[in-house]
């Protein structure tokens, strides 16, 4: 009998057809559940649960006068489910007469023109502003979207048309009426093409800039499992989120106390600066280059905002001098309003193939409001022309500066793996991994004495960083407020890199070469194949750094630490792999490892790499073609470009010596795309078909 959609109760004995392999399947599966289930001690009856946990299965005794079958008795654990039948959601409509609206209730705002002389009074101003936005712009029910959008009054009215005349030739069965029902059939069809291809062009013109929302709109209209877009409502709940993130931190800070517990934070004395170069204060700004700052911002609202950030950027001229006000007067202060330090997460599945059940795969993106972000590019600003002008940052650390990206810091580490195998040495590469958990005391130290920010600048990031809340919110259901950083803040990679600035040192005194791009390091070192011992430096230099993260309140993750041989295959390199110990852990070397988006081989030849990429562009070029009927050509090449030519282009310096075989690979990628694009068929020439795209081939 049938208990659910997904638990069914199978009484064995009417099983007749079921061959032997696949029964012999069924009860190797479910024999948690076997047990006589007769009168006569015969196992008749299974239960079979598909997406549903069952446990507490119980198997009462027969009774002669129902049945001469056991009652089979279980737990259920279903997961809450979100009703789908409301059609109406909580949310603003922004239509062409919105901002009109807006602007004819704003009331006189010049009594927030002052800059503000105590903290008390700029969040009073800054709570003033929120709640008047607010207030004109409330929330209200607004209908959700339908599933099929192009559906319109149009193709709506063209289907009865199409209906009725059915009706009509389906009741006379004339030979007149069906030809006008096939042509009105036909009518309707190419109207309801060309309203989804119109529907779907302006879709992705207006996200061209977005390229998740490209990745998940096409997974959702290919229906593959590529969308990172999952209900995550039914298997957890917003305090299960917030509970696990929290305790991922406190676990990390718990572990490096553990495992180092009567160390104390060490503030190292040397100044990397002297004294008479110091930042005492953040500069005001005026209202062109906050102007500027809003309009180059991406409109991405959360619910913290009291507006539309697509709104704002509509009304700036009318709201522009309140917000350049607390703006101001929050870098003149050295204060942070509390409604800027308030995140809201939103879960986010690491990858599309990983369990939604375990929260271990998802990781916490956190949106900050609006303005909250538009003062940290403000502050970012000013703190990145002060480093730079004083050539403070790290020399080898590319991340997040200008001119400097993932691919100039592999440039330069192939660059000097491949001289080194020229010269007949072995390489030694190894991708460290770390987690932080640093505190702020630290950090403020870092600023104060390496960087040199003391006076008013000092007081904001002190603001800044403490007294910060988050919370999750799943769908319509928030958890509670509790302490945290966001991760995904404006400043956090830029912190993190000052936090990291003693890191260099402890790697130059051990003369192991080094690169970093944000909390990725690679470390390498070079030896000729009879004086492999060079490499005990590096295995002190992981001893140190260990001890280095842990009294600043990092930690280095051993277990997933890559190592990779690089160099000639002789006998030296193999007794390399048996004697490698780091952090006092024998470590085996890979055949391959993942550097910054990049796989390296022990050769590197980049064979595993263009592999992957063939691989990868292939599958989204199947999924590309499904859609190509009802895309446009621009369309169609802006997805090309967006999903392959990205991946093509992705650190192309690093192919300039690849095998003209590994190239032709890359080519026939090209060549396939630019075959799905124009239509043009299997064997036709490719060349012409190229050069009417202005498509440079792949070695050029």
């Known amino acids: 009998m049938s208990l659910h959609p997904k638990i069914t109760v199978i009484n064995m004995s009417h099983v007749q057809k079921v061959k032997g392999e696949v029964l012999l399947q069924f009860i190797t599966m479910f024999s948690v559940f076997l047990r006589p289930t007769h009168c006569r001690n015969h196992t008749l009856d299974l239960i079979l649960s598909h997406g549903i946990d069952v446990d507490g299965v119980e198997i009462m005794q027969p009774s002669d006068d129902i049945s001469d079958h056991c009652l089979v008795l279980c737990k259920l654990h279903i997961a809450k489910t979100v009703n789908s039948t409301s059609c109406y959601k909580y949310g603003r409509t922004i239509t062409s007469t919105t901002k009109d609206c807006f602007v004819s209730n704003l009331p006189d705002v010049s009594q927030f023109l002052s800059i503000s002389k105590t903290s008390e009074q700029l969040l009073d101003v800054t709570e003033t502003m929120d709640s008047l ?80 929302y490209l990745f998940n709109t096409v997974a959702k209209l290919t229906k593959n499992k590529a969308s990172t877009s999952v209900d995550i409502s039914q298997h957890h709940s917003s305090n299960d989120f917030m509970n696990y993130f929290t305790s991922k931190v406190d676990t990390i800070r718990d572990k490096i106390v553990t495992m180092q517990p009567s160390a104390t934070v060490s503030h190292q004395t040397v100044h990397y600066r002297s004294p008479e170069e110091q930042f005492h204060s953040f500069s005001t700004i005026g209202e062109e280059e906050l102007y500027k700052l809003v309009k180059s911002s991406k409109p991405t609202t959360c619910m913290l905002d009291p507006i539309p950030s697509k709104l704002l950027k509509e009304v700036l001229p009318e709201v522009i001098n309140p917000l350049l006000t607390i703006i101001n007067s929050s870098v003149s202060l050295g204060y942070v309003p509390k409604t800027f330090k308030l995140a809201v997460i939103k879960p986010l599945i690491k990858k599309p193939q990983l369990d939604p059940k375990e929260l271990v795969n998802y990781r916490p993106i956190s949106n900050l409001p609006f303005l909250s972000k538009i003062l940290e590019k403000v502050v970012s600003s000013q703190l990145h022309s002060f480093l730079e002008k004083n050539c403070i940052c790290e020399d080898f650390q590319s991340g997040f500066r200008p001119y400097h990206i993932t691919e100039t810091a592999l440039l330069r580490v192939t660059n000097d793996l491949l001289l080194s195998s020229d010269r007949g040495c072995i390489s030694l590469l190894v991708l460290l991994d770390l987690s932080a958990a640093f505190v702020h005391n630290i950090f403020l130290h870092r600023l104060e004495h390496f960087v040199g920010i003391n006076g008013s600048a000092l007081t904001w990031f002190k603001s800044y960083l403490y007294d910060r809340h988050q919370f999750v919110a799943v769908n319509e259901e928030v958890s509670q407020v509790q302490y945290g950083v966001p991760q995904g803040s404006v400043l956090r990679p830029l912190l993190f890199t000052l936090y990291m600035l003693p890191f260099g040192n402890n790697l130059r005194k051990h003369g192991v070469s080094f690169h970093g791009y944000a909390d990725d390091t690679q470390l390498y070192i070079l030896s000729w194949p009879g004086e492999t011992y060079q490499f005990e430096k590096l295995t002190e230099c992981i001893v140190d750094i260990k001890n280095w993260m842990t009294s600043n309140f990092l930690l280095l993750k051993s277990e997933k630490t890559e190592v990779l041989i690089i160099g000639p295959k002789s006998s030296a390199c193999n007794n390399l792999e048996h004697c490698l110990r780091l952090d006092g852990c024998s470590v085996n070397s890979s055949s391959s490892v993942r550097n910054l988006g990049v796989l390296f081989d022990s050769n590197l030849s980049l064979e595993s790499h263009i592999s992957s990429i063939c691989k990868t562009a292939f599958f989204h070029l199947k999924n590309i073609s499904t859609l190509r009927p009802m895309l446009s050509m621009s369309n169609a090449e802006m997805l090309i470009h967006a999903f392959m030519t990205s991946r093509l282009d992705y650190c192309n310096a690093l192919l300039g010596g690849c095998s003209a075989r590994l190239v032709n690979k890359l080519q026939l990628v090209q060549n396939a795309a630019a075959r799905v694009l124009t239509r043009t068929r299997k064997y036709d020439h490719i060349s012409p078909v190229l050069s009417t795209l202005h498509w440079l081939p792949i070695k050029h």
């Open 133 to 212: 936005f607010s207030s004109i712009l409330c929330l209200r029910k607004v209908k959700e979207k339908i599933l099929t959008p192009w559906y319109n009054e149009h193709t709506r009215t063209l289907k009865r048309a199409a209906r009725k005349m059915e009706r009509s030739w389906r009741k006379t069965k004339l030979e007149v009426l069906r030809i006008a029902w096939r042509e009105s059939n036909l009518s309707y069809r190419k109207a309801l093409k060309t309203a989804r291809s119109d529907y779907f062009s302006s879709l992705l013109e207006e996200n061209k800039h977005n390229p998740r």
